[in-house]
Protein backbone atom coordinates (compact mmCIF):
# COMPACT_ATOMS: atom_id res chain seq x y z
CA UNK A 1 0.00 0.00 0.00
CA UNK A 2 2.87 2.12 0.10
CA UNK A 3 3.33 2.54 -3.48
CA UNK A 4 -0.39 3.59 -3.56
CA UNK A 5 -2.27 7.09 -2.13
CA UNK A 6 -2.91 5.04 0.82
CA UNK A 7 0.74 6.41 2.15
CA UNK A 8 -0.23 9.42 3.91
CA UNK A 9 -2.63 6.67 6.22
CA UNK A 10 0.55 4.07 6.64
CA UNK A 11 2.45 4.10 9.97
CA UNK A 12 5.91 2.93 9.39
CA UNK A 13 6.46 -0.71 9.33
CA UNK A 14 9.48 -2.60 8.79
CA UNK A 15 10.20 -6.48 8.82
CA UNK A 16 11.52 -7.45 12.50
CA UNK A 17 14.89 -9.31 11.53
CA UNK A 18 15.78 -6.62 8.88
CA UNK A 19 15.51 -3.51 11.59
CA UNK A 20 17.82 -2.05 14.85
CA UNK A 21 14.91 -1.84 17.13
CA UNK A 22 16.87 0.97 19.58
CA UNK A 23 17.51 3.26 16.42
CA UNK A 24 13.42 2.60 15.78
CA UNK A 25 12.86 3.81 19.56
CA UNK A 26 15.08 6.58 19.19
CA UNK A 27 13.18 7.74 16.46
CA UNK A 28 9.39 7.05 17.52
CA UNK A 29 9.75 5.96 21.52
CA UNK A 30 7.43 3.57 20.89
CA UNK A 31 7.20 0.69 18.74
CA UNK A 32 4.63 -2.14 18.34
CA UNK A 33 5.84 -5.75 17.38
CA UNK A 34 3.40 -8.12 15.70
CA UNK A 35 3.06 -11.41 14.30
CA UNK A 36 3.64 -10.83 10.35
CA UNK A 37 0.35 -12.98 10.06
CA UNK A 38 -1.32 -12.76 13.16
CA UNK A 39 -4.95 -13.66 15.12
CA UNK A 40 -7.25 -11.88 17.61
CA UNK A 41 -4.15 -9.48 18.84
CA UNK A 42 -1.85 -12.59 19.89
CA UNK A 43 1.60 -11.98 20.91
CA UNK A 44 1.33 -7.93 20.24
CA UNK A 45 3.83 -6.42 22.18
CA UNK A 46 4.79 -2.53 22.93
CA UNK A 47 8.23 -1.00 23.37
CA UNK A 48 8.97 1.97 24.90
CA UNK A 49 11.47 3.89 25.34
CA UNK A 50 11.14 6.33 28.78
CA UNK A 51 13.09 9.39 29.26
CA UNK A 52 15.60 8.02 31.58
CA UNK A 53 16.38 5.45 29.04
CA UNK A 54 14.86 2.25 30.26
CA UNK A 55 13.23 0.04 28.08
CA UNK A 56 9.92 -0.71 28.69
CA UNK A 57 8.29 -4.72 26.72
CA UNK A 58 4.28 -4.82 27.17
CA UNK A 59 2.50 -7.73 26.12
CA UNK A 60 -1.34 -6.26 26.26
CA UNK A 61 -1.59 -4.14 29.45
CA UNK A 62 0.55 -1.42 29.38
CA UNK A 63 2.50 -2.12 32.91
CA UNK A 64 5.55 -3.79 31.39
CA UNK A 65 6.11 -7.09 31.63
CA UNK A 66 10.16 -6.54 31.22
CA UNK A 67 12.21 -3.81 32.06
CA UNK A 68 15.48 -3.63 30.41
CA UNK A 69 18.23 -0.98 31.68
CA UNK A 70 20.89 -1.83 29.15
CA UNK A 71 19.48 -0.43 25.60
CA UNK A 72 22.45 -1.24 24.24
CA UNK A 73 21.79 -5.42 24.97
CA UNK A 74 17.79 -4.86 23.91
CA UNK A 75 18.06 -6.36 20.42
CA UNK A 76 19.22 -9.58 22.12
CA UNK A 77 16.48 -9.78 24.35
CA UNK A 78 13.82 -9.03 21.93
CA UNK A 79 15.75 -11.93 20.10
CA UNK A 80 15.08 -14.09 22.95
CA UNK A 81 11.33 -13.69 22.81
CA UNK A 82 10.48 -14.08 19.03
CA UNK A 83 13.07 -16.70 18.42
CA UNK A 84 12.49 -17.54 14.62
CA UNK A 85 8.89 -16.57 14.07
CA UNK A 86 8.27 -13.80 11.83
CA UNK A 87 7.26 -10.38 13.28
CA UNK A 88 6.91 -6.85 12.17
CA UNK A 89 7.64 -3.42 13.63
CA UNK A 90 5.49 -0.73 13.34
CA UNK A 91 5.46 2.99 14.69
CA UNK A 92 4.15 3.33 17.28
CA UNK A 93 0.61 6.20 16.92
CA UNK A 94 -0.47 8.15 20.32
CA UNK A 95 -3.72 6.78 20.28
CA UNK A 96 -6.80 9.18 21.00
CA UNK A 97 -8.65 8.02 24.07
CA UNK A 98 -12.36 7.30 25.07
CA UNK A 99 -12.25 8.11 28.73
CA UNK A 100 -8.67 6.39 30.01
CA UNK A 101 -9.60 3.65 27.19
CA UNK A 102 -7.68 3.36 23.57
CA UNK A 103 -9.83 2.62 21.03
CA UNK A 104 -9.77 1.72 17.18
CA UNK A 105 -11.87 1.74 14.33
CA UNK A 106 -12.60 -1.10 12.12
CA UNK A 107 -14.65 -0.94 8.79
CA UNK A 108 -15.69 -4.01 7.51
CA UNK A 109 -15.79 -3.97 3.93
CA UNK A 110 -17.51 -6.92 1.81
CA UNK A 111 -18.28 -7.11 -1.67
CA UNK A 112 -22.10 -6.95 -2.91
CA UNK A 113 -24.69 -8.64 -5.47
CA UNK A 114 -22.63 -6.01 -8.16
CA UNK A 115 -19.26 -7.14 -7.00
CA UNK A 116 -18.49 -3.89 -6.11
CA UNK A 117 -16.75 -3.27 -3.02
CA UNK A 118 -19.02 -1.60 -0.20
CA UNK A 119 -18.97 -0.70 3.85
CA UNK A 120 -21.16 -2.98 5.71
CA UNK A 121 -20.18 -1.98 8.97
CA UNK A 122 -18.05 0.39 11.22
CA UNK A 123 -17.66 0.15 15.12
CA UNK A 124 -15.33 1.28 17.69
CA UNK A 125 -13.29 -1.34 19.86
CA UNK A 126 -12.72 -0.46 23.43
CA UNK A 127 -9.37 -1.92 25.21
CA UNK A 128 -10.00 -2.37 28.83
CA UNK A 129 -8.76 0.23 30.62
CA UNK A 130 -4.76 0.27 31.14
CA UNK A 131 -4.44 -1.91 28.26
CA UNK A 132 -3.45 -1.01 24.66
CA UNK A 133 -4.55 -3.88 22.89
CA UNK A 134 -7.96 -3.02 21.20
CA UNK A 135 -8.34 -6.82 19.93
CA UNK A 136 -8.67 -7.86 23.32
CA UNK A 137 -11.64 -5.35 24.30
CA UNK A 138 -14.03 -4.55 26.65
CA UNK A 139 -16.82 -3.44 24.71
CA UNK A 140 -17.61 -2.80 21.06
CA UNK A 141 -19.65 0.00 19.87
CA UNK A 142 -21.20 1.28 16.79
CA UNK A 143 -19.15 4.17 15.63
CA UNK A 144 -22.27 6.40 15.02
CA UNK A 145 -22.37 5.95 18.67
CA UNK A 146 -18.86 7.22 19.69
CA UNK A 147 -17.45 9.68 17.34
CA UNK A 148 -19.95 12.30 18.13
CA UNK A 149 -18.67 11.85 22.32
CA UNK A 150 -15.14 13.18 20.59
CA UNK A 151 -15.78 15.44 18.41
CA UNK A 152 -18.00 18.10 16.75
CA UNK A 153 -20.19 16.73 13.53
CA UNK A 154 -18.47 18.14 11.02
CA UNK A 155 -15.55 16.30 12.44
CA UNK A 156 -17.55 13.21 12.48
CA UNK A 157 -18.46 13.80 8.88
CA UNK A 158 -15.01 14.13 7.51
CA UNK A 159 -13.99 10.97 9.33
CA UNK A 160 -17.01 8.98 8.47
CA UNK A 161 -15.99 10.32 4.66
CA UNK A 162 -12.53 9.54 5.00
CA UNK A 163 -13.10 6.26 6.39
CA UNK A 164 -15.59 5.18 3.56
CA UNK A 165 -12.87 5.88 1.20
CA UNK A 166 -10.06 4.74 2.50
CA UNK A 167 -11.55 1.63 3.53
CA UNK A 168 -12.65 0.64 -0.56
CA UNK A 169 -9.29 1.90 -1.82
CA UNK A 170 -7.67 -0.06 0.70
CA UNK A 171 -9.76 -3.19 -0.47
CA UNK A 172 -8.96 -2.72 -3.80
CA UNK A 173 -5.48 -2.04 -3.54
CA UNK A 174 -4.98 -5.81 -1.44
CA UNK A 175 -7.04 -7.11 -4.18
CA UNK A 176 -4.56 -6.01 -6.71
CA UNK A 177 -1.80 -7.66 -4.85
CA UNK A 178 -3.29 -10.53 -3.21
CA UNK A 179 -6.04 -11.64 -5.76
CA UNK A 180 -9.91 -12.30 -5.77
CA UNK A 181 -11.23 -11.17 -2.38
CA UNK A 182 -14.69 -11.16 -0.94
CA UNK A 183 -14.66 -9.13 2.23
CA UNK A 184 -11.65 -7.70 4.89
CA UNK A 185 -11.61 -5.38 7.56
CA UNK A 186 -9.43 -2.26 7.77
CA UNK A 187 -8.38 -0.86 11.31
CA UNK A 188 -7.64 2.46 12.04
CA UNK A 189 -6.64 4.37 15.18
CA UNK A 190 -6.80 8.19 15.49
CA UNK A 191 -4.01 10.22 16.92
CA UNK A 192 -4.03 13.24 19.25
CA UNK A 193 -3.87 15.29 16.49
CA UNK A 194 -7.09 13.50 15.04
CA UNK A 195 -5.42 11.90 12.08
CA UNK A 196 -6.50 8.46 10.69
CA UNK A 197 -3.82 5.93 10.63
CA UNK A 198 -4.44 2.07 9.12
CA UNK A 199 -2.68 -0.24 11.37
CA UNK A 200 -4.00 -3.22 9.96
CA UNK A 201 -5.68 -5.48 7.45
CA UNK A 202 -7.66 -8.40 8.34
CA UNK A 203 -8.15 -11.11 5.26
CA UNK A 204 -10.56 -13.01 7.84
CA UNK A 205 -12.74 -10.47 9.56
CA UNK A 206 -14.42 -12.03 12.73
CA UNK A 207 -18.20 -11.85 12.63
CA UNK A 208 -18.56 -12.50 16.34
CA UNK A 209 -18.07 -8.99 17.47
CA UNK A 210 -21.17 -8.01 15.69
CA UNK A 211 -23.27 -10.24 17.67
CA UNK A 212 -24.42 -7.57 19.70
CA UNK A 213 -25.08 -4.73 17.07
CA UNK A 214 -28.30 -5.77 15.72
CA UNK A 215 -28.22 -3.32 13.23
CA UNK A 216 -25.03 -4.81 10.98
CA UNK A 217 -26.09 -8.66 11.74
CA UNK A 218 -28.25 -9.23 8.74
CA UNK A 219 -25.87 -7.11 6.35
CA UNK A 220 -22.48 -8.32 7.36
CA UNK A 221 -23.75 -12.10 6.37
CA UNK A 222 -26.03 -11.29 2.92
CA UNK A 223 -23.34 -9.63 1.80
CA UNK A 224 -21.00 -12.47 1.21
CA UNK A 225 -24.17 -14.32 -0.33
CA UNK A 226 -24.86 -11.80 -3.18
CA UNK A 227 -21.47 -11.57 -3.82
CA UNK A 228 -21.74 -15.64 -4.59
CA UNK A 229 -24.77 -15.06 -6.55
CA UNK A 230 -23.07 -11.92 -8.67
CA UNK A 231 -20.26 -14.60 -8.82
CA UNK A 232 -22.81 -17.65 -9.95
CA UNK A 233 -23.89 -15.29 -12.57
CA UNK A 234 -20.29 -14.41 -14.17
CA UNK A 235 -20.05 -15.68 -17.91
CA UNK A 236 -17.10 -18.03 -18.44
Given at each position: MKQSKLKPYLPDTFIYNEVNVLELLEKYRVVYIKPSYGAKGESVYRVELKDNRDIHISLHSLAPRYIWRQSEGIQRKLDELFGLKKYLV???IH??????QYFDIRVLVQKDILGEWTVSAITCRAAYEHYYNTSICETIYDAEEILPRLFSQDKVNEIHRSLYEVSVTAAQE??????????LSVDFVLDEQRKLWIIELNGQPQKNIYKDLTCYKRKIYSRPLEYAYYLSNLED
Open positions: QQGISQLVHAETYLGLLGE
